[in-house]
Nanobody, 121 residues
Framework: QVQLVESGGGLVQPGGSLRLSCAAS????????MGWYRQAPGKQRELVAD???????NYAESVKGRFTISSDNAKNTMYLQMNSLKPEDTAVYYC???????????????WGQGTQVTVSS
């Protein structure tokens, strides 16, 4: 199994910044993709950004130019630097990983427990 633990959420004023971290642990053979999703009250969970093989990145249009995703493969840790935060960024942010636990094994999706980000004055 793979465990994902997020940290770094909190309350910030509009225009402020936060940095989220996601640490993966457990029986990890390889991680193909790691990503951040978010879910606001009454809305569906949506992709914020993801990173493949620690290199290729993809962002939702709403966060392009404001958020930066990165990873430290040696530490199996992913980050999301969030700048110029807006009230509409308020949501629970979830870490996701597509990983296998042994060579040739099935690639499964794993989720963290989520961390609350609130942007408000």
């Amino acid at each position: 199994q793979v465990q994902l633990v997020e940290s770094g959420g909190g309350l910030v004023q509009p225009g402020g910044s936060l940095r989220l971290s996601c640490a993966a642990s457990g029986s990890i053979f390889s991680i193909n993709v790691m990503g951040w999703y978010r879910q606001a009250p009454g809305k569906q969970r949506e992709l914020v950004a993801d990173i493949r093989s620690g290199v290729s990145t993809n962002y939702a249009e709403s966060v392009k130019g404001r958020f930066t995703i990165s990873s430290d493969n040696a530490k199996n840790t992913m980050y999301l630097q969030m700048n110029s935060l807006k009230p509409e960024d308020t949501a629970v942010y979830y870490c996701n990983a597509e990983a296998s636990t042994y060579r040739g094994g099935t690639i499964n999706r794993y989720w963290g427990q989520g961390t609350q980000v609130t942007v408000s004055s």
